[in-house]
């Protein structure tokens, strides 16, 4: 079976996992601390902040920036609903709007029509790795004096062309960045997530609210020579990373730039093996941005049936994923009022697929899925063409 993904984890990382066991120290601590150091370096970001995953990232950035009820905050439906449902859980409403279709990212020239007097922030999606065009964004977002969150989520390692210079994602170009190491990303601890910013109230605000709004941290009480008695600021929540978690992370992050290179190298490979592929449309990078190729998304020709075609690879022991869900279309926000055309964003979900991509794919798997998708198109298309 050739899987959807696989992450690269090794004798370092559970050497390092080992070592946070037998330390003592096994829920946020000395390895969190660290992780957030190492991780605000590699980004070039004045300030991390480790949490449990990237939804609850997204929810204390927008807790930091006092988004609640009655607000709207503008996002791509096009992506995992963790986005809409960190602006939900705030008791904020989601306003969507349609995508590029070029690079499945929000598109910034949608974004003014969806600004209201309610609008208090807007969250872009770096999705499946590709970066968003943020110098159009933060255009945006500065001339109307809103906050522009990152969801990079995927997007770790991933870099963009700011003013000629080349900076990764993370370092801050809107307020907030927020990032996931679930295992399908391209560096995981299981799971866990991390803020960027460069702006130390929002930071010390993500410390207060990530460990129940408590006054003194964990560390700073157990290290103390004196009694300490810690106050609860304000409503907080149980968000920390534990060590174990940034253990491993510190492995992960020291592998990164390796992984990114090799997944560039992958996804190179699948453009010389599709590119002459008649109607299959390859992901493409904007010359501003380089990816990590978290995923790898083609869109089928038109006509072609995804589920068959997926289920046909699948029989052949190579699993895919369909096109990026669409939070619009699920029960949740179903009953939600359609305020704006969302066609991209529905024919990127039912008309691309996910094909696997990871680190250590070989070439002759990756010539297996090549040779599997040509064989299942190449009768179809000339069947839709004929007709």
Not at 67 to 76: F, K, L, R, S
Not at 165 to 175: F, M, T
């Amino acid at each position: 079976m050739i899987p959807i993904a696989m992450p690269l984890l090794a004798e370092e990382e559970a050497d390092a996992a080992r070592a946070a066991v037998l330390s003592g120290w096994v829920s946020q601590g000395p390895q969190v601390a660290a992780f957030e150091r190492e991780f605000a370096a590699f980004v070039g970001a004045p300030f991390a902040c480790a949490v449990s995953n990237c939804t609850t990232a997204l929810q204390l950035a927008l807790a930091a920036l006092d988004v609640g009820p009655g607000d709207e905050v503008i996002t791509a439906s096009h992506s995992f609903i963790a986005t809409a449902n960190s602006i939900r859980n705030q008791g904020a409403v989601p306003i969507f709007v349609d995508v590029d279709p070029e690079t499945y990212n929000i598109d910034p020239r949608r974004l003014a029509d969806a600004i209201t007097p309610r609008t208090r922030a807007i969250i872009a999606v770096h999705q499946m790795g590709m970066p968003c065009d943020l110098a159009a964004l933060t255009a945006v977002a500065d001339r109307h004096g809103i906050t522009l969150i990152e969801d990079a989520a995927c997007a770790a390692g991933s870099e963009i062309q700011i003013k000629g210079n080349w900076e990764r994602i993370g370092k801050p170009h809107g307020r907030i960045a927020c990032f996931s190491f679930h295992p399908r990303k391209v560096i995981t601890t299981g799971e866990g997530g991390m803020l960027t910013t460069a702006d130390a109230e929002l930071d010390r605000k993500f410390r207060l609210l990530r460990q129940h709004g408590m006054s003194v941290p964990d560390t700073v009480r157990h290290g103390s020579s004196q009694v300490i008695f810690e106050e609860y600021l304000v409503s907080g929540y149980n968000y920390r990373m534990t060590d174990m978690q940034a253990a491993i992370g510190r492995k992960q992050l020291e592998r990164l730039p390796e992984l990114v290179a090799r997944r560039r190298a992958v996804a190179a490979r699948y453009a010389e093996l599709l590119g002459n592929l008649e109607g299959l449309r390859l992901p493409a990078e904007p010359k501003w941005a380089r990816s990590n190729w978290q995923s790898y998304c083609v869109r089928l020709p038109n006509g072609l049936d995804q589920r068959s075609v997926m289920q046909n690879l699948l029989d052949q022991g190579i699993a895919t994923r369909r096109g990026i869900m669409c939070s619009h279309r699920e029960p949740p926000y179903a009953m939600a009022a359609r305020l704006h055309d969302l066609r991209h964003s529905e024919l990127s979900q039912d008309r691309s697929i996910l094909l696997p991509i990871y680190a250590q794919m070989s070439e002759d798997d990756q010539a297996r899925v090549a040779d599997a998708l040509m064989e299942e198109l190449r009768p179809r298309v000339q069947s839709v063409i004929a007709v």
